[in-house]
């Protein structure tokens, strides 16, 4: 897994928003990598800017996985 996440980043490095909403998930889920929700937030978010249409569902999803619309670091920063 280490290596898929290492393939992802490279093509991360080279705008490709399929990786990006790829090791998206891994960084939400701990995937072969450290999870790390706000990451994956900014991976989706970025995908999502260049049209990947299942970024920006994903990116709603952890806006609202509280229930209050916001993410776990916008309830921390309150």
Known sequence: ADAAVALL???????????????????????????????AEQLYKRAAEQGNATAKLLTNKLKNKNGRGCTQMDLERA
């Open 9 to 39: 980043e490279e093509k991360v490095k080279d705008g490709d928003a399929k990786a990006m909403w790829m090791l998206g998930v891994c960084c939400e889920f701990g995937m072969g990598t450290e999870q790390d929700v706000d990451r």
